[in-house]
């Protein structure tokens, strides 16, 4: 049934008690608090979509915590690697405090790691970039195995040590020739690694916080990015001004 | 022989025309083409549907539940089956019902079915709403109206209630006013029944003597003030502004949503643009009642200042920087009647649970309002409702976690029984 009158002087409980003391006419009160039980429906001879109370598909959060793809030696690795790629300055905090490893460890955990929506099947020839990925190894097989190689590479040639274990000029000068080409880990060019790591590391950096990077919008605090703001009438005509408003996520606030 | 046959039944049929012109002189033709039509539109506008039609069920078949804090009553099948509908009243029955809230066999019936407000309307039309309800698909569909637990089940009480709060009687017409006041004041106060949900009710549930269309608590929804009020009343809305309204569920202030989105859908956006006029001027005719504006909040105030910055974040896109609105689109806070109630029940509601609003052949997009209830916690959604009833020159009383909390859990108890 369709919704009608509900309630006329209902919506306070105390009263109804007030109501209760009233034996002789109690009956009336009730009947004035009509609330038909089916209210919040698709309203008839409309056109209007369909609607539900409390609809929305609330974007689901990554929260900061253990490591669900990385061991732990491989998310300090990580945590090392991106430290170095986005070094944390005075203003704006480093790859590993906008929480740029846990980024990447939650998309190795998921779809991207294994590559699931991208045909991994042979043969894999020299191609053009269009041709997309041309390696057997899905990203969390690729992470998993130049990691392992990497810590391999520092301990032979520094007395034992993983990469976070290094101080940075070292961990620089890897890294410049990861991306140069002149590093070889374990017989493999790591130039090929450090191109994916560099990107999903500035994809972390600046991807909505939901994905668990960009912790507390630093990234876009930085660049002055207002974020998943969708609306910007009152602004059009306003030149030469700042946009004060801070950026938002699209989980909220 | 066929001219023959013609020539014999001539006579007959201007016989049984002169009998029914007779007939007519006391009481409408219930079989004319014109009174059936006429109940039609008076059963739109006094949207007996609202209450006796399930939703997607068989016209006027009854067996809704009107839930109330006390138990559940369901309304009757007034279909003309013989048998479980209304098929064998007399008229007069009928119109007891109707009218006086006396049903079959001299049972009271409880003023959950309008029949305070329409007492108001003349028998023609009550009896052309008759006509009109012959004429539908007779359902047999048993229903027991009664479901209220003792003591809320005797009937007999509504005696009391009836001496105290019920004025039988048609609609005296006010000579002093014009044809076309009265004719609004006739729709309003009788079939549209108008103040069930906007006039205020004492603890009986009878009108709040003196108060009349002043604003009124329905569970988890508010019906706005209706008076000359310029704070939260229609005091500047024009008679245009009304019209469009109840016509089209929008205007330049609001969108009707709720109750008020049925209410439009089901009667008003049905009646003709003369009967919605009319009801626009005797509305505006009303004096202003119910509380000066309050002083507004100042916005140096700690969940003014909390709320603003989540009006920008969440609510600005839409609504506009500066409360504005887009006409049609998204309902104007600034400045609206709506949201300067002296209660906040439909702000907290339709920020917690979302809302469609209505949608009507002469405005057939209904746009709808997101629900924040899964990002915002009860106290972000009290300021930033407290924000949005004091920026811009709003004034109302500010709005507490406590009562967002207590709507959130009530909504989400209605949300569970809902089909
Ligand atoms: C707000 C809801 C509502 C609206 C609107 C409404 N009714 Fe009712 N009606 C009821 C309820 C509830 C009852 C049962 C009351 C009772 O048993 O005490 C009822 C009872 C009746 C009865 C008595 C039926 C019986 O079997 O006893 C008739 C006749 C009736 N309504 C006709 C109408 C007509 C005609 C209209 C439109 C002009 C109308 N109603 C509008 C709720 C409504
Ligand atoms: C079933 C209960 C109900 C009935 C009957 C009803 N209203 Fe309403 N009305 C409401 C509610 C609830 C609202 C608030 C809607 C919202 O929040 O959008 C409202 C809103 C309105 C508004 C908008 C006011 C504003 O300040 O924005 C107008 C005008 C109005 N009603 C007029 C009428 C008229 C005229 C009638 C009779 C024809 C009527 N209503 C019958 C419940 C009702
Ligand atoms: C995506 C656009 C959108 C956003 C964002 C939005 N609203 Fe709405 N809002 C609407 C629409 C559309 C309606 C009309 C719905 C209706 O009438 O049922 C509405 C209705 C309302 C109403 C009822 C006004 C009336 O006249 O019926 C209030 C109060 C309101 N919004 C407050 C807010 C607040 C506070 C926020 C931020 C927390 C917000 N809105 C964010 C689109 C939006």
Redesign the pocket.
Known sequence: MS????VPGHADPGRSTMVTRRHALLPSTALLLVAPETRAEILPGGTGMPWRPFAGHPPEVVKPGPWVFFTPEEGAAVEALVDRLIPPDPETPGGKDCGCAVFIDRELAGGYGTASGIYMSPPFLPATPEQGLQAPLAPAQFYRSMLAALDQFCRAAYAGKTFAQLPDGEKDQIITRMEDGSLQLQGTVAKPFFEILLRDTRQGFFADPVYGGNRDMAAWKMIGFPGARYDYRDWVERHNERYPHPPISIAGG | MRSGALRLALPALALVLIVSMAARAQTPNKQSFEVIEHGRYMAT?A?CT?CHTVKGGQPFAGGGALETPFGVLLAPNITPDLQTGIGGWTDDAFVNAVQNGIGHGGIYLYPAMPYTYYSKMTRADVIAIRAYLDTVQPVHNRVVANQLPFPFNQRETMVGWNALYFRPGDFKPDPSQSEEWNRGAY??EGA???????TPKNAMGGDEGGRAMQGSA?QN??????TGNRH???GD?TVD??VL??KTGRNR????????????TN??SHLTDADLRA??VY?KSLPPGGRAAPQPISDQDPAMQHGRAIYDNQCAACHGGGGQGIVGLF?RLSA????Q?EQAA??I??VLEG?R?VATAGAPTGPAMPSFAWQLPDADIADVITYIRNAWGNAAPAVSANDVGKMRQALHREAQQAP
């Open positions: 919704s009608h009158p509900r | 506008a949207d609202a729709l309003v549209e029944h108008c103040g069930l949900c906007h329905l929804w508010y019906a706005p003030d209706l939260a009343g229609l809305w502004d009304i309204y109840l202030y609001d969108i009707a949503s709720g109750p008020m989105a049925e209410a439009v009667s008003t009801m626009a509305l309902p609206a009647p709506l949201v109630q439909s702000l509601r339709v809302s609003a």
